[in-house]
């Protein structure tokens, strides 16, 4: 280095100052704003912009919004940076170079520095783009026994993501949540909508915004991640209470093709006796993509459907895709008022997709534009018209990643900004829109719920529930479920569902399939919403999968499913109490073992075992044939076999014996439920 070079390196010192209860560091053009905001909880905003921008898409509710008031007096400059305490975190700034590190206040511990990629770079690189548009890189020190989860929903298998490089992008089955918790005692929120990723390397842990304004990251420290999650969703919003029927059984399949087939498959289960909360009307039950309306031929009394459904206890959910071709009757009216999502060059076509079954002509299909108030409140308009005012209540909201091909976002062009720098909000603002709607129909928190493909930070505040996308029918296909709906529940978001027994590639005449569909069965009934699904072969027509009621895989797997039936009946009291926690202080109802036993080091290495609610130890069985598996049985509790009545101390692994007919399951220390009748 020359005695210039070290010179600089040197002097390199910045300005801090306080302005209210918020902390400033300036140096050259890059300014660092870090305030309180919400409980043990810091709001970081860097820019080489002129100013910090408030007005940008994002997911954390205002300080007014929270109500967390935080003392200016947590503040200090010193002659060698600055100091911001709220609660039990503590911001610290050096004057030279503006380095961060974030400490645990409490426990007197580091929770999280920046790190220097390269002796002339700090931890954040900003890179003009174009106008005020930046590429934007944060970089943190990586720590070798840390542990990563979170950050939505991705089909990698793991649930530990530490070594993963994640895509911050929207994908069909591949959610982006930019939130993670750390085993070190810290969640982050990477507030920011745009397109990029999050390395978890061993090195460093990189967040990247391929374009953005500016960089915003809000951070917050706990004893245990109950109070991680609790402060999460106090700045990003708390998930209204689950309606009562959506915590029983949902039936669908790809797909009822007609109103008496709707009917004849409601009856059957009456019939059986068997219990049914929801049943789905799917894809191709309208005249065009973008009408929004029944088709009178299929369904010419779509009124007199749902009031004979509602009569036998069943609510009717309705898929809802946010498309539009040019036959659609909507589509010349939202193009004239620029509500169709655009894209930076040539026609507004995002999509070839089939308009019919029949698969005899296809048709190049355009989304509306979600973050566009005036477009939520269009498709609201013809949603209540055509499917609220016949007394549906449910909505499927498919295909609001927003699904487009080739998956190039920069080419789009939203209402609240380029696509690179806001497309993973879409789908959180589509199910928005679907949740005021409802409110404006005096519809209240406890009957309101939709089902989205997608979503993103704060999704859970809108009622929104979120299932696992298009997914395969194998035995790796479960595996890989069990981790990704455990960190969604730590990406906040308490409703999750998956296809049971996989979307595609299952027939229903194939041995291992039907071992598969009961296993996948026996595992949904204790996710926190209990829903099959599936396009199963093989198929009678085109669009139109094969059977897929429970009695439609012989006698032996239809005996298991309707005992699993009737035991999530019985045990609704229960998660409806775990559905009011989650509301309450964002525990989610399934969760890592991890969550209820923190000192117990050997639960945060199992990914293949679950708690459902604080007294339930399910452990699904992942392969095909198993009849038995090792069970890890927490420390600090006795657990009770809810098949056998044999109780057993904690802290060791068994060998669980699992017939087909069952899976592990265990109940911790006194609880008393009713899995066995």
């Known amino acids: 280095m020359s005695r210039l070079q070290l010179e600089y390196f040197n002097n390199n010192e910045g300005i801090v100052a306080q302005k209210g209860n918020t902390l400033t560091y300036r140096l050259y053009h890059e300014l660092i704003q870090i305030e309180p905001w ?51 975190i503590e911001a610290r700034v050096t004057k030279k170079e503006g380095k961060l590190v974030f400490w645990d206040v409490k426990n007197d511990r580091e929770l ?46 793991k649930l530990n993501q530490k070594g993963c490089v ?11 949540i930019p939130f993670l918790v750390s085993s070190r005692g810290y969640g982050f929120l990477w507030n920011n909508p745009a397109v990029g990723r999050v390395e978890l390397g061993m090195g460093l842990t990189r967040w990247v915004a391929d374009v953005s304004p500016q960089m915003d990251y809000w951070i917050t420290a706990g004893d245990s991640v109950a109070d991680i999650m609790s402060n999460y969703v106090d700045v990003t919003g708390h998930s209204p209470p689950l309606p009562y029927y959506a915590s029983g059984f949902w039936q669908c399949r790809l797909r009822y093709k007609s109103q008496e087939e709707v009917l004849r498959v409601a009856r059957e289960y009456k019939k059986r006796d068997l219990p049914l909360d929801i049943i789905v009307i799917d894809y191709f039950h309208w005249t065009h993509h973008g009408d929004w309306k029944f088709d009178p031929k299929a369904f010419p009394d779509p009124k007199s459907m749902v009031d004979e459904l509602k009569e036998l206890n069943i609510e ?16 010349e009216e939202m193009e004239r008022r620029g509500l169709l999502l655009r894209n930076a060059r040539g026609l507004n076509v995002h999509h070839r997709f089939y308009d019919n079954p029949t698969l005899i002509e296809s048709k190049y299909i355009t989304h509306y534009d979600a973050t566009n108030p005036e477009g939520r409140e269009f498709i609201w308009s013809k949603v209540k018209k055509n499917y609220h005012d016949l007394g549906i209540k449910i909505w499927w909201l498919d295909a609001d990643e927003p699904e487009i091909e080739p998956v190039q976002p920069e080419m789009l062009r939203f209402h609240v900004g380029d696509g690179a720098s806001v497309y993973n909000i879409s789908p959180m603002l589509h199910g928005m829109g679907f949740y005021k709607g409802m409110k404006q129909e005096g519809h209240e928190d406890g009957d309101i719920i939709s089902l989205s493909r997608s979503g993103w930070a704060g999704s859970q505040r809108w009622g929104q529930a979120i299932w696992s996308g298009d997914i395969t029918s194998t035995f790796e296909t479960l595996a890989g479920q069990v981790r990704a709906g455990l960190n969604m529940g730590l990406s906040g978001i308490p409703w999750w569902t998956t296809d049971i027994g996989g979307f595609v590639e299952g027939n229903i005449y194939d041995t291992e399939f ?78 890592p073992l991890f969550y209820d036993f923190e000192t117990d080091a050997k639960t945060w290495v199992i990914e293949d075992e679950f708690l459902f609610g604080p007294s339930i130890l399910v452990a699904p069985v992942l392969k095909y044939k198993a009849r038995s598996r090792q069970v890890y049985l927490p420390a600090g509790a006795k657990w009770t076999n809810a098949w056998t009545g044999d109780v057993l101390e904690g802290g060791k692994t068994i060998t669980a014996d699992a017939p087909l007919e069952q899976i592990p399951l265990y109940l911790r220390d006194d609880a008393k439920l009713p899995i066995s009748n």
């Open 166 to 176: 994640i895509d911050l992008c929207q994908r069909n089955a591949h959610v982006t």
């Open 514 to 591: 039907r071992e598969l569909i009961v296993r996948w069965f026996q595992y949904g009934a204790f996710c926190p919403l209990f829903r099959l699904h599936g396009f199963r072969d093989p198929m009678p027509e085109p669009q139109m999968g094969a059977e897929n009621e429970v009695w439609s895989y012989g006698d032996e797997p239809y005996k298991i499913m309707s005992t699993f039936l009737h035991m999530r009946e019985r045990l609704r009291p229960y998660v409806m109490e775990q559905m009011d926690r989650a509301a309450k202080d964002g525990t989610p109802p399934m969760r």
């Open 112 to 157: 999280v520095r920046e790190a220097q990629p390269h002796i002339w770079i700090n931890g954040r690189v900003i890179r003009p783009l174009s106008g005020d548009a930046y590429k934007i890189e944060a970089n943190f020190q990586a720590y070798d026994d840390e542990k990563f989860y979170g950050l939505g929903q991705h089909h990698h298998g």
């Open 316 to 331: 009717v959910m309705v898929s809802i895709w946010p498309t539009l071709q040019p036959d659609s009757e909507n589509f």
């Open 38 to 88: 919400g409980k043990d909880s810091l709001r970081v905003r860097i820019t080489q912009a002129s100013h910090i921008r408030d007005d940008l898409p994002g997911a954390l509710l205002t300080t007014e919004e929270i109500g967390h008031k935080a003392s200016e007096d947590a503040i200090k400059i010193t002659e060698t940076g600055g100091v911001i305490r709220n609660g039990n």
